[in-house]
């Protein structure tokens, strides 16, 4: 199944996404806890598609490729190594990405597997994390890449406003372990990896994050990103494609 959320002019609804990715099917209230429908339909093309979730946190995991490590010049983590981005620094498919000039001369794209918890838990055993997860998405960890190195730690050059593209929409029914990821830049192939090269795999990372920290129902955890992260400019469209969910598209834009 596949769960969208989209805004018309009676306010912001989930829906199943049906007739061929066409129609949606508004979902009564929350899709947490299985999936009751209204009875209204949508087209697609009738409304307008935002973020699948907006979070109370983004948990991401740095350097969970072992080709990414090497090209940012790091050694492999020996545990994984989270950080967290705003729920302010979502936004949805085909909605700009805001370049802030004036702050930053270099942001990278990094096109990510993103998993959204179905559930609140905390202290999730590795046997047990598919019984917490929503679904999946695409994702897209843009990073001011100058005020990473600047700063150390990364939450200035992560979370500005925009710089974490969802969607299009949650995938519930799939086999994360071993889908193919790309990420291109105005149609050219920019990174191409597969989530069976993750360091840690998802559900070694929901016992490792909720070890430290409760996951609410809608929270996204980022996985990581394969090599081949790059530069973006203003006029630029990214898109990242992961087999099984689709593509999330973006456009950067000038903030100023």
Sequence with gaps: MRIARFSTGGGVAFGVVEEGEQVLARIDGHPFGGVSLTGERFPVAEVRMVAPMLPSKVVAIGRNYADHAREMGNDVPEEPMIFLKPSTSVIGHNEPIAYPEHLTQHVDYEGELAVVIGRLCRDVPVERANDVILGYTCANDVTARDLQKKDVQFTRAKGFDT???LGPWIETDLDA????LTTTVNGELRQSGRTSQLIFDIPALIAHVSAVMTLLPGDVILTGTPAGVGPVKPGD?????IEGIGTLTN??????
């Design 163 to 165: 710089f974490c593209p």
């Design 177 to 180: 372990s071993d889908l193919a």
């Design 237 to 241: 469209e990214v898109s990242v494609g």
């Design 251 to 256: 456009r950067v834009v000038s903030r100023d």
